[in-house]
């Protein structure tokens, strides 16, 4: 066993409060990606972030696993997940620049929606047809938040989605990644590969640096490595049904996030399709858990 796997029930508040305390740390590094994209390309940001962060992540693999942990069984999987990754990063920042933080995170809770449409074509995975009420009743929140018939859409709601759309496909990519490849592995291709495919932003005009352009960038990029890295440990130490309502919690940091710093008081439609989002994701993560729970008994009867 794992040094940091732990028996889910004696662990499960330890477990709790560090995917609290992991959301907390990417609201933060969100924060901070909204100050900066009012200047800098998304993509010159994530450049940067991956830049601070691959280095630290490859020192922790060295002393920890030694060089042998910074070699992948198959490579190939993590250049795909690293453009995706790339995406998914530029749509969501991209979206700060236009969106309140509290409306983008409300709508990249959508991912979970788009996991379970797609595990059926992809994995061969089929949800149940009330499943599939819950995700059309997941995606018509979007509709509460954007209103696209009220004369107040912005087409960069789009974004959050998109950005959802392609961290479904990461996850679900994650599948297919060879069991030699540990966690601090995956994170690794995650930091270096996107650092590497940006590095063409080099060649574009960056804007002039402002005091404390460094320190929001070496914030987005620790906060927003730690946060990830808090959020699969507690996925570690208890189920998913456990830790991953507390997801959640991000729409309250960002609300808190947006009226500190911005001014920002979200609109009575952003909780109420963030309300309708998160519920249609509870429902599906109960009655995954419910079916592998069911899954585990029939295995275990003689």
Same mark, same amino acid.
């Given at each position: 066993?794992?040094?940091?796997?732990?028996?889910?029930?004696?662990?499960?508040?330890?477990?709790?409060?560090?995917?609290?305390?992991?959301?907390?740390?990417?609201?933060?590094?969100?924060?901070?990606?909204?100050?900066?994209?009012?200047?800098?390309?998304?993509?010159?940001?994530?450049?940067?972030?991956?830049?601070?962060?691959?280095?630290?992540?490859?020192?922790?693999?060295?002393?920890?696993?030694?060089?042998?942990?910074?070699?992948?069984?198959?490579?190939?999987?993590?250049?795909?997940?690293?453009?995706?990754?790339?995406?998914?990063?530029?749509?969501?920042?991209?979206?700060?620049?236009?969106?309140?933080?509290?409306?983008?995170?409300?709508?990249?809770?959508?991912?979970?929606?788009?996991?379970?449409?797609?595990?059926?074509?992809?994995?061969?995975?089929?949800?149940?047809?009330?499943?599939?009420?819950?995700?059309? +009743?997941?995606?018509?929140?979007?509709?509460? /938040?954007?209103?696209?018939?009220?004369?107040?859409?912005?087409?960069?709601?789009?974004?959050?989605?998109?950005?959802?759309?392609?961290?479904?496909?990461?996850?679900?990519?994650?599948?297919? /990644?060879?069991?030699?490849?540990?966690?601090?592995?995956?994170?690794?291709?995650?930091?270096?590969?996107?650092?590497?495919?940006?590095?063409?932003?080099?060649?574009?005009?960056?804007?002039?640096?402002?005091?404390?352009?460094? +320190?929001?960038?070496?914030? +987005?990029?620790?906060?927003?490595?730690?946060? /990830?890295?808090?959020?699969?440990?507690?996925?570690?130490?208890?189920?998913?049904?456990?830790?991953?309502?507390?997801?959640?919690?991000?729409?309250?940091?960002?609300?808190?996030?947006?009226?500190?710093?911005?001014?920002?008081?979200?609109?009575?439609?952003?909780?109420?399709?963030?309300?309708?989002?998160?519920?249609?994701?509870?429902?599906?993560?109960?009655?995954?858990?419910?079916?592998?729970?069911?899954?585990?008994?029939?295995?275990?009867?003689?």
């Amino acid at each position: 066993m794992s040094a940091f796997a732990f028996d889910s029930s004696r662990h499960a508040g330890r477990a709790i409060a560090v995917m609290c305390f992991g959301v907390f740390c990417l609201v933060l590094s969100d924060t901070a990606s909204k100050w900066l994209v009012e200047r800098y390309h998304p993509l010159q940001i994530q450049f940067v972030r991956n830049l601070i962060a691959a280095p630290v992540v490859g020192l922790i693999i060295l002393f920890s696993a030694g060089p042998r942990g910074l070699v992948s069984a198959r490579p190939a999987i993590h250049v795909g997940r690293a453009l995706l990754t790339i995406a998914a990063t530029w749509s969501f920042i991209l979206s700060l620049r236009y969106l309140s933080l509290e409306s983008a995170t409300a709508l990249i809770f959508t991912a979970p929606l788009f996991i379970a449409a797609l595990s059926g074509p992809l994995l061969k995975e089929w949800v149940p047809r009330d499943q599939w009420v819950a995700i059309i +009743v997941g995606f018509t929140g979007v509709l509460v /938040i954007a209103r696209p018939g009220a004369g107040v859409f912005d087409p960069a709601t789009l974004l959050p989605v998109l950005a959802a759309a392609c961290y479904a496909f990461i996850m679900i990519g994650a599948r297919w /990644i060879d069991p030699r490849d540990n966690f601090l592995t995956m994170t690794f291709y995650m930091t270096l590969l996107p650092a590497i495919l940006c590095a063409a932003t080099l060649l574009m005009e960056w804007p002039e640096r402002q005091p404390g352009d460094l +320190v929001l960038m070496a914030a +987005v990029a620790l906060m927003g490595t730690l946060g /990830i890295a808090c959020l699969s440990q507690a996925f570690r130490m208890a189920s998913a049904a456990t830790v991953a309502p507390f997801d959640y919690t991000a729409l309250l940091w960002a609300s808190l996030m947006g009226w500190l710093v911005w001014g920002t008081v979200p609109s009575v439609w952003v909780y109420a399709g963030a309300a309708i989002i998160v519920g249609s994701g509870l429902y599906l993560l109960i009655h995954e858990s419910r079916a592998a729970r069911r899954a585990r008994d029939r295995s275990q009867v003689p």
